[in-house]
């Protein structure tokens, strides 16, 4: 079994295809998703019904609740309100409804579980190793994949100490991580659709329960494609720029 790991597509269809083909090419029986399918983008029923009908276990990102209604706009930036507000306005009926009933992390997928953010609080960025290493003991499975912060990694939980797993290099397009078996995870895939790592290149991972092995993946993506649709919709340009440098 090889589980196709997916997080933070944000509404980047250009993104999201590519992915699905150098997926496709690589091969997944499953797929899950930590979250945040919509929220930025300019194409947010083209990812929603995608994901309606082929994402096996989802959970709720800040931004999918924020999208239809069910957080405070208050926390958001401008340019992340604006994007929520054009986002409600745009979803088709059935698509708000999906989003709506999104269930909150974690949530268990077999011998893992998903999350947005923290196991403690779904809006919550795990960034650092000190932020993790208070976590082992609210962790129901040994591994774990999370999203949220948009950086390909996570961390490695040992006995010794927490160590932070480094985004792949600019130069690679794929890193394999062989599981410990004494030890906890809380593994990352990055962003489909808004890379925060430097990269702009979208950013995905499989999960092979059977070798406990993580493959993370990135690929290049048509972004002027993905950022027309963002300034045809009248978003804020700071949404499309982004894309480009992968922040």
Excluded at 132 to 155: A, C, K, P, W
Excluded at 183 to 188: G, K, Q, R, T
């Amino acid at each position: 079994m090889r589980y196709l790991i997916l997080s933070d597509i944000h509404s980047n269809w250009e993104a999201l295809e590519r992915v699905l083909e150098a997926a496709s090419q690589d091969g997944y029986d499953q797929v899950v998703c930590c979250g945040d399918v919509v929220g930025y983008g300019g194409d947010p029923n083209a990812a929603t019904d995608w994901t309606r009908a082929n994402v096996k276990a989802i959970v709720r990102g800040n931004h999918d609740k924020a999208c239809v209604g069910l957080d405070d706009l208050e926390w958001f930036n401008p340019a992340a309100r604006a994007s929520a507000i054009w986002t409600q306005a745009t979803l088709t009926p059935e698509n708000l409804e999906y989003l709506k009933k999104l269930p909150r992390g974690p949530l268990p997928v077999r011998d893992f579980q998903i999350l947005h953010g923290s196991p403690l609080d779904e809006d919550e960025y795990l960034v650092a190793a000190s932020e993790v290493s208070m976590l082992t003991g609210y962790l129901d499975e040994r591994i774990s994949f999370f999203g949220h912060t948009h950086v390909q990694g996570g961390f490695w939980l040992h006995r010794t100490g927490v160590k932070r797993l480094s985004p792949l290099g600019r130069m690679d397009d794929r890193d394999d991580l062989q599981l410990d078996e004494d030890s906890f995870y809380l593994i990352n895939p990055g962003s489909v659709g808004q890379p925060r790592d430097g990269d702009p290149r979208a950013a995905w991972a499989y999960y092979e329960p059977e070798s406990r092995l993580v493959v993370y993946r990135r690929v290049a993506y048509d972004v002027a494609g993905a950022q027309q649709k963002i300034r045809a919709a009248g978003l804020p340009d700071v949404l499309a720029r982004r894309l480009e440098i992968g922040q």
